[in-house]
């Protein structure tokens, strides 16, 4: 009991030094050819891994059990501004057990699939964004995958830096854990 009260403060006081730190304004650069960056975190099941875009997704799957509740944290950045930061993800397979905070939006893009996104405002532009919550596995050997999505403005005279990244799942009764493919 004390050790999840530690965890739990520690994951509170993480995520409002993380938002502090990639939520700040910003200036939207005249140039910017950096690509903005993700971090996707995910824990539960005695498992703990994040994932960024210098991941090679490609070469790995994320298995995870079937009907367990896990905790995510999800954030992107830029330091000339954040247009737009999503998460694609099959809603079948996939429940949120705890509310999307604002400015966060939940869609239903279409009927495999929902999206989880937060969009940026160009005359008051951010270096970022978190989001932190709880999901919850639904289905059994089921192949899914979860899509991340951060743009930028691309400074004032040219197009946007865009990451996407596209991480292989696996839900099933079986050991949470990073599997090579």
Known sequence: MKTDFLKNTQRIISIV????????????PETDNTAPT????????GFNRTFTQDDDFTSLQLNLRSDTTYDFIFS???????????????HDYIEFSTEIPSPWE???????????????????PLTGNIVAGKLVTNGNAVSISFSFLVRDYGGLDS???????????????????VVPL
């Not at 030094?17 to 939207?28: F, H, P, Q």
């Not at 830029?78 to 993800?89: L, P």
């Not at 830096?161 to 854990?177: A, F, G, R, V």
């Open 106 to 124: 939940t869609t239903s893009i279409s009927f495999l699939s929902s999206l989880v996104y937060w969009d940026g405002n160009e005359t008051n």
């Open 159 to 177: 197009s946007a830096n865009t990451i996407t990244k596209s991480l292989n799942i696996y839900i099933d009764n079986q050991n949470t854990e």
């Open 38 to 45: 993700f971090s996707f975190n995910i824990s539960g099941d």
């Open 76 to 90: 992107g950045a830029d330091s000339g501004g954040v247009e737009r930061i999503s998460w694609q993800y099959p």
């Open 17 to 28: 030094i993380m938002s502090v730190l990639i939520s700040c304004e910003t200036e939207i």
